[in-house]
């Protein structure tokens, strides 16, 4: 960039977002430039009151602009879908479902990372479970969140509420060919009659 | 985003970069929460100086912060590089090379676009040829940048100028099977012997 000092800095601040190099970085910071002011303008408003406004729900945990988030606040349902971040809310949400409602652990046990149950949203949950039915545990199919998943039905369980898991196996639409052994391996465990 | 409104108002920014489609800015919006207060900060304050910092060069029309830009007041060179954006600067700079002055048209010649030579930068290269042993065009290898290309250089020729245009021809490091007809084609014209 020739040394224009306010273009480096906006490059940099562009790779701070997920997956974006240097050269996408400077792609972006180009198309800033053609951009109308005004556009600008509303792109650094936005950033900044995104960041400013957006909070956890101080039930589920999920993002929100209020106290409780939208889902807390009109949904009915006695199924509480645990997921690790509030993000899997939006993935969950866009599936065929019935509407559950949610609870955000954000994060999950990890000895590696030196984090316990109870650096996670478990406590919260478990002061949920008054008239829930049900618990997914929603967490991601991998070891982090398979301990987790575990934790979570060997507190709950004993409560008298039904646990289950997402089911695994290999994904809709893929190639056999191309599926990892140990999706493999489960789903073949797992395999259904028909 | 269940709704919530700041977050849309930053989704729908980020789609306003290139190649960014809506999930893609979700992914970035979901990091913005994520990073430090001030990060986010420094970040919509670097678009905004960015977009109204960054003009220009009187000069070669290169992006600066000044009149003039760091190439023209610091090169010294009788050698003019033409290219269609700035951003192309950028690449050339980045190759071996002497070390030339540039000259940004901000466009090519286009009838499709209903684009003439008086709506690039042409008369201002003209206005620059005083002292200048060659033009190198390296404008696009597409139909716009070629036309372009051919205008300047039967308006330069005449000057006593030395007019020349980057090669074409197979990619580095490429594979022969990939190439396109035309580029092949090209290449076998041009070919030189060893």
């Given at each position: 960039?020739?040394?224009?000092?306010?273009?480096?800095?906006?490059?940099?601040?562009?790779?701070?977002?997920?997956?974006?190099?240097?050269?996408?970085?400077?792609?972006?910071?180009?198309?800033?430039?053609?951009?109308?002011?005004?556009?600008?303008?509303?792109?650094?408003?936005?950033?900044?009151?995104?960041?400013?406004?957006?909070?956890?729900?101080?039930?589920?945990?999920?993002?929100?602009?209020?106290?409780?988030?939208?889902?807390?606040?009109?949904?009915?349902?006695?199924?509480?879908?645990?997921?690790?971040?509030?993000?899997?809310?939006?993935?969950?949400?866009?599936?065929?479902?019935?509407?559950?409602?949610?609870?955000?652990?954000?994060?999950?046990?990890?000895?590696?990372?030196?984090?316990?149950?109870?650096?996670?949203?478990?406590?919260?949950?478990?002061?949920?479970?008054?008239?829930?039915?049900?618990?997914?545990?929603?967490?991601?199919?991998?070891?982090?969140?398979?301990?987790?998943?575990?934790?979570?039905?060997?507190?709950?369980?004993?409560?008298?509420?039904?646990?289950?898991?997402?089911?695994?196996?290999?994904?809709?639409g893929s190639d056999l060919q191309y599926a990892d052994e140990v999706t493999l391996t489960k789903a073949l465990q797992d395999r259904k009659e028909m």
């Amino acid at each position: 960039m020739n040394n224009i000092e306010s273009m480096e800095r906006l490059i940099y601040a562009f790779t701070r977002l997920p997956g974006v190099g240097r050269k996408t970085a400077e792609r972006y910071a180009y198309r800033v430039l053609e951009l109308p002011d005004e556009d600008v303008t509303n792109f650094a408003k936005a950033l900044v009151e995104a960041k400013s406004k957006v909070k956890f729900c101080t039930q589920c945990g999920n993002f929100t602009e209020n106290d409780l988030c939208d889902i807390c606040r009109t949904r009915h349902s006695d199924v509480i879908c645990v997921v690790k971040e509030p993000k899997d809310i939006v993935a969950i949400e866009k599936s065929k479902n019935e509407g559950y409602l949610y609870h955000v652990l954000h994060g999950t046990i990890s000895p590696m990372e030196n984090r316990g149950p109870n650096d996670i949203r478990i406590k919260e949950l478990i002061g949920r479970l008054d008239g829930i039915k049900e618990v997914i545990l929603a967490t991601n199919p991998d070891v982090e969140g398979e301990v987790t998943a575990n934790y979570i039905a060997k507190l709950i369980k004993p409560l008298g509420v039904k646990v289950t898991r997402l089911a695994t196996g290999i994904q809709m639409g893929s190639d056999l060919q191309y599926a990892d052994e140990v999706t493999l391996t489960k789903a073949l465990q797992d395999r259904k009659e028909m």
